[in-house]
């Protein structure tokens, strides 16, 4: 039987080096499911595995796009759904990590279906917000679809105008076409999620942007910055320091909002990845080989429930 092992939780709490310790073990590949990590112009803000960690363990979807390329979690989605068919006939077992919700739900549930709408709304939308600010598009989504509104990261703008895009083009709310019945998958998921307490957390990230930063950070932001409106680079670590470039912040003062912003994206990650019933829980510093031994127990009870 065909097993997933998804390993996910907030940023830079060890996900990367629980993946290559698990890789080893079931001899498979890992799939990255971080949804900045694809771009080959953003190794460092985005904490792209190390030189050593690749060649540990063969690496799918790290690096394999330009920012300058349209991809988007549709076509992620497709991608991975190949890759793994692929890789499941040479081992039943592999592993795929990321921080990215809704990356890793559209492999392990599906994407929702959404028909497709005049794009001048879009155009309309992000005029909208350019001239009066996100506030206002935040508002006119609580008007047409509250459900939504109170669900999903309002203050993403792509995320924000995607909803209200579907809102005004079809007359129904975004969420009318949330969870409706999606292609089956040919593997059983176990989905392994890593923890720590906040304070550990927040010093985690907060040491991560440190080193960042002495590793070339804004070198890799000032070389993007000609093309900071790509929506690739809507992305914290980036926006920042856009901001310190435009002359708007003191580079002390960018720094602190990367780390601050970080801190608020894992509290989101882990809001989204805590909706997951099913999901096991460790903490960060546990041994591996008890994760291993519960993922073992779990595929021995899925090979009895099948058989």
Same mark, same amino acid.
């Given at each position: 039987?065909?097993?997933?092992?998804?390993?996910?939780?907030?940023?830079?709490?060890?996900?990367?080096?629980?993946?290559?310790?698990?890789?080893?073990?079931?001899?498979?590949?890992?799939?990255?499911?971080?949804?900045?990590?694809?771009?080959?112009?953003?190794?460092?803000?985005?904490?792209?595995?190390?030189?050593?960690?690749?060649?540990?363990?063969?690496?799918?979807?790290?690096?394999?796009?330009?920012?300058?390329?349209?991809?988007?979690?549709?076509?992620?989605?497709?991608?991975?759904?190949?890759?793994?068919?692929?890789?499941?006939?040479?081992?039943?077992?592999?592993?795929?990590?990321?921080?990215?919700?809704?990356?890793?739900?559209?492999?392990?549930?599906?994407?929702?279906?959404?028909?497709?709408?005049?794009?001048?709304?879009?155009?309309?939308?992000?005029?909208?917000?350019?001239?009066?600010?996100? =506030? +206002? /598009?935040?508002?006119?989504? !609580?008007?047409?679809?509250?459900?939504?509104?109170? @669900? &999903?990261?309002?203050?993403?703008?792509?995320?924000?105008?995607?909803?209200?895009?579907?809102?005004?083009?079809?007359?129904?709310?975004?969420?009318?076409?949330?969870?409706?019945?999606?292609?089956?998958?040919?593997?059983?998921?176990?989905?392994?999620?890593?923890?720590?307490?906040?304070?550990?957390?927040?010093?985690?990230?907060?040491?991560?942007?440190?080193?960042?930063?002495?590793?070339?950070?804004?070198?890799?932001?000032?070389?993007?910055?000609?093309?900071?409106?790509?929506?690739?680079?809507?992305?914290?670590?980036?926006?920042?320091?856009?901001?310190?470039?435009?002359?708007?912040?003191?580079?002390?003062?960018?720094?602190?909002?990367?780390?601050?912003?970080?801190?608020?994206?894992?509290?989101?990650?882990?809001?989204?990845?805590?909706?997951?019933? =099913? +999901? /096991?829980?460790?903490?960060? !510093?546990?041994?591996?080989?008890?994760?291993?031994? @519960? &993922?073992?127990?779990?595929?021995?009870?899925?090979?009895?429930?099948?058989?």
């Amino acid at each position: 039987m065909n097993t997933l092992i998804t390993i996910v939780g907030p940023t830079a709490i060890g996900k990367t080096a629980l993946s290559i310790k698990l890789a080893k073990y079931f001899n498979c590949d890992v799939l990255s499911c971080d949804s900045r990590q694809f771009y080959k112009e953003m190794a460092i803000g985005t904490a792209v595995p190390e030189p050593f960690e690749l060649e540990a363990a063969q690496h799918h979807f790290i690096q394999n796009r330009s920012v300058f390329e349209d991809y988007n979690v549709g076509s992620f989605e497709k991608d991975a759904i190949k890759k793994l068919n692929q890789l499941f006939t040479e081992n039943p077992t592999q592993i795929m990590v990321g921080g990215s919700g809704l990356y890793v739900d559209a492999v392990l549930r599906g994407l929702d279906y959404f028909p497709d709408v005049d794009p001048n709304i879009r155009k309309k939308l992000s005029k909208e917000l350019e001239e009066n600010g996100i =506030e +206002t /598009l935040q508002e006119k989504l !609580k008007e047409l679809d509250l459900k939504s509104y109170e @669900k &999903i990261a309002i203050d993403n703008p792509h995320r924000l105008i995607r909803a209200l895009e579907i809102c005004i083009g079809t007359n129904k709310p975004y969420s009318y076409f949330i969870n409706k019945e999606k292609e089956p998958r040919n593997f059983k998921s176990i989905k392994i999620g890593l923890i720590a307490d906040r304070e550990i957390i927040y010093d985690r990230i907060n040491r991560r942007v440190d080193i960042m930063i002495e590793n070339g950070l804004l070198e890799e932001a000032k070389a993007l910055f000609p093309h900071k409106d790509l929506n690739a680079l809507q992305t914290v670590g980036y926006r920042e320091l856009f901001e310190y470039f435009d002359g708007n912040w003191d580079l002390d003062f960018a720094i602190s909002e990367i780390k601050k912003n970080t801190r608020r994206f894992a509290k989101r990650q882990l809001t989204w990845f805590r909706r997951d019933t =099913e +999901t /096991l829980w460790f903490d960060f !510093k546990d041994d591996h080989k008890q994760i291993i031994n @519960k &993922i073992e127990d779990l595929q021995r009870e899925n090979l009895n429930s099948k058989s």
